[in-house]
DNA sequence: ATCAGGATTGGCT
DNA sequence: GCCAATCCTGATT
């Protein structure tokens, strides 16, 4: 099942922790699919925000309706999705900071140049090249276009590991701008979460 | 026009 | 733990 539109439409950090256990899923001519197991909010007025210092053509996405998908490239070498969150020009967002593989798995490995199941999508960085989230898809519906994210239970029978459970909440992590806010969320328990 | 720096990763010490 | 890779963006001159 497919999030609707108004389930990014809520309070961000409310949006963060529900959007642990749901299914990030990539269709393309192969559908790779991940569950997501740590995230982190950014919040308005939040200096670590790339929407602080108001609109500009790179961060446009963000002050756009909420359910889309907002990506960007860091370092010159990687690329970063986040989820507009809350109301439409609050400039908030949710970046997704590590996936639980699952569908997919060969091209995933392909793609990542290895195999072990933990390192495959534990990292913002990662997990966009595990389901080749590219600057195209900057912009794009969550809901409505070929990223999609999905309800814990689409994949019947199956649960990430440490989901139902408890949500554990630690200050954010790579950032030097309010370093000290504790806006990053994880699935107790599951292995699959960055490190650092 | 120029330039410092970044919501990272992987390899090496 | 330290550091290079790599390039776009936003701020400054």
Not at 97 to 115: F, K, S, T, V
Not at 132 to 142: E, F, K, V
Not at 150 to 166: A, I, Q, T, W
Request: hydrophobic fraction near 35%; proline fraction near 7%.
């Amino acid at each position: 099942m497919i999030l609707p539109p108004s389930f990014y439409e809520r309070d961000t950090v409310t949006v963060a922790k529900d959007l642990l256990g749901c299914l990030l899923v990539h269709r393309e001519e192969t559908t790779t699919m991940g569950w997501i197991v740590e995230v982190e909010a950014y919040l308005r007025g939040d200096p670590a925000a790339h929407s602080y210092r108001g609109e500009t053509k790179r961060n446009s996405v963000m002050f756009g309706p909420p359910g889309h998908a907002y990506v960007y490239l860091i370092y010159g070498l990687h690329t970063c999705v986040n989820i507009v969150t809350g109301s439409e020009g609050a400039g908030e967002a949710v970046l997704i900071r590590a996936l639980e593989p699952a569908i997919g798995l060969d091209l995933i490995q392909e793609r990542r140049g290895m195999n072990d199941p933990v390192s495959l999508a534990s990292g913002p960085g990662k997990l966009t090249q595990a389901l080749d989230i590219t600057m195209d898809l900057n912009g794009t519906s969550l809901y409505n276009g070929p990223l999609q994210v999905g309800s814990p239970d689409s994949l019947p029978g199956r649960r990430p590991e440490g989901f139902p459970g408890e949500i554990v909440q630690t200050t954010r992590i790579g950032i030097t701008k309010a370093a000290d806010l504790p806006l990053r969320f994880y699935l107790k328990g599951s292995r699959y979460v960055s490190r650092r």
